[in-house]
Nanobody, 119 residues
Framework: QVQLVESGGGLVQPGGSLRLSCAAS????????MGWYRQAPGKQRELVAI???????TYADSVKGRFTISRGNAKNTVYLEMNSLKPEDTAVYYC?????????????WGQGTQVTVSS
């Protein structure tokens, strides 16, 4: 019922910046959480940043102060502004949306976009 499309990944030098975008379509609830996760080869998928429909933001310690998550003016869009990128930020980044039911959350995932930080 929900589709997520990411864009903005690519190759960037250490210390550079990149902006990821995600657009959700379909049955998106007004009460929801959207965010970004990433997975590097051989590692577990980890949370990068999330933002609630109320605007509350949460960041992983590894990206705090460098990354900023925000919602766009268009409905059901989310961005991840990545600054001061490090090689360890290299991963596939996935957009996530959780529709909040009264007693549960149903989660949807995008296809992922590759971010490579290298000189």
């Amino acid at each position: 019922q929900v589709q997520l499309v990411e864009s903005g990944g690519g190759l960037v030098q250490p210390g550079g910046s990149l902006r990821l975008s995600c657009a959700a379509s379909g049955r998106v609830f007004s009460t929801n959480v959207m965010g970004w996760y990433r997975q590097a080869p051989g590692k577990q998928r980890e949370l990068v940043a999330i933002i609630s429909s109320g605007g509350t933001r949460t960041y992983a310690d590894s990206v705090k102060g460098r990354f900023t998550i925000s919602r766009g003016n268009a409905k059901n869009t989310v961005y991840l502004e990545m600054n001061s990128l490090k090689p360890e930020d290299t991963a596939v980044y996935y957009c996530n949306l959780g529709n909040n039911y009264p007693s549960k959350t149903i989660t949807y995932w995008g296809q992922g976009t590759q971010v490579t930080v290298s000189s």
